[in-house]
């Protein structure tokens, strides 16, 4: 039912006085004011929620579905009006980007960070891939590929932003995942190859690493030999020698990943009637990428008209999930200036998956890509969603954080860190005005990155959420600060970055 404060605002619309309004019982997001097909549209946040208030008339008003109010409407973010939106306002609608153009994943698991995610990317030779989630994630959350791209959706319409976003179904394995994410309009799919790689290659002895590659057809075999063994490839950057060991090995541990590839590609992407960016990960192995492995699965896409959008290859050192990059930095670069050329040489962009917060080594993806690549980040932004509820609810935080000390075994199976419980100050030991500084030190930081679905999915016996009710009521009430936060953490990740 429509309060007092949002007839009189539908009321102040009519007469052209909508952006102005002031009232303490409504927030007016100004940005988001649009004149289009007779109608005006503009969001609003009550004490029941964010509605687009509407007035007007043409098929576009017609359209939105909600409450009248005073010869007006009063309509709830819902899956429907979203697929209005996106009918009469391009801006709304996700889009693919090719690769002229680096993109940036947002992974906004709670769906309310791309508001602050549009704000930070404003401006920047970037653009923001706002609804990026994994199935795993959406099973965590309890969300749905609808729910995330309505998020994403909405928040272009909120902020005004007419940039262009993208929509990434995310580590995609299955069939019925592809088919869901690409009818409900994703643009970007990122196909998840690891049930594909064979990672017990790397534990045969020559012999049978021998015998398990003289066991495959002789055409296969004569054919990845004339490629890669006659005349060493030219990839202007890269330092790239295959020896007949080494080929043998990439061709078992990837072969039935390049057929998954090319099958995919031919049964959803080749033939859509839309542009879709398709990322092939690579990132899931026992062991890193060499650049000869990164050039043999390249080239074999190259040859069979397989055209990507960007591959992910597994780095040496260590990708984990919310800190920095761990490893040897000089091999980094060497390895990395191979894999950018590879990239370079057939077209497409680097990415780099687990890319959030990975600071020391931004500044050289930024310089080998040439400020052409694909970085993926998603906890981060939970992370900061969890710094603000330490600084404004430190009571919420205290009881969060106990209860991923007790869960963190269990968190364990999702993810693989580090984590030295150990070395996490005791929460009785910490006052509020240092809770924040979990957020600072990186085994807290592991230790609240990976537990969250558990923390959004808590009940206590009864079916009453533990936490996420007032988890979001409090993100709700400090939306700018969270943005705020974003702005910060995200901006310095592009900064870095080059953009």
Known sequence: MATASAASFISAMKSGNGPAFASPDIRVYSASWTEADGAKLVMIRTAEGRFIAAVGSGELYDSLQGETVEGGKLCPLTHANRLVLNRFLPHTKPQAFGTQIATIGLGDRLGIASPGHIRTVRGRSVRPILAQQSIRELNLTGRTYEDVLDAACYAAFQEGYKDGFGADGDHLKKAEDIEYALRLGFTMLTLDCSEQIDNTVGNLSPADVEA???????????????????????????????????????????????DF????????????????????????TMTPTSPEAHYLVANELHVRGVRIFSMAPRFCGEFQKGIDYIGDIAQFERELASHAAIADHFGYKLSIHSGSDKFSVFPLIGKYTQGRFHLKTAGTNWLEA??????????????????????????????????????????????????????????????LHITYGLLLQAKDAGGRKLFADEFFATLVEQEDHYAEGLGKHIGKHLDLLGK
């Open 386 to 447: 969890v710094r603000v509820v330490a600084e404004k609810n430190p009571a919420l935080y205290r009881k969060m954080h106990q209860f991923t000390l007790d869960r963190f075994e269990e968190a364990t199976a999702y993810y693989h860190v580090t984590t030295d419980l150990a070395q996490i100050a005791p929460i009785g030991e910490v006052s509020d005005a240092q809770l924040p500084d979990y957020m600072n030190e990186n085994n807290a930081r592991q230790l």
């Open 261 to 284: 590839m090319e099958s995919i590609y031919r049964r959803y992407i080749e033939n859509l009637d839309r542009e879709v960016d398709f990322e092939i990960s690579i990132d899931e």
């Open 212 to 258: 398990r590659y003289a066991a495959l057809p002789a055409d296969v075999r004569s054919r990845y030999e004339s490629r890669y063994l006659g005349t060493a490839p030219q990839v202007e950057g890269a330092a790239i020698a295959f020896t007949r060991e080494a080929l043998m090995k990439d061709v078992l541990i990837y072969g039935a990943a390049i």
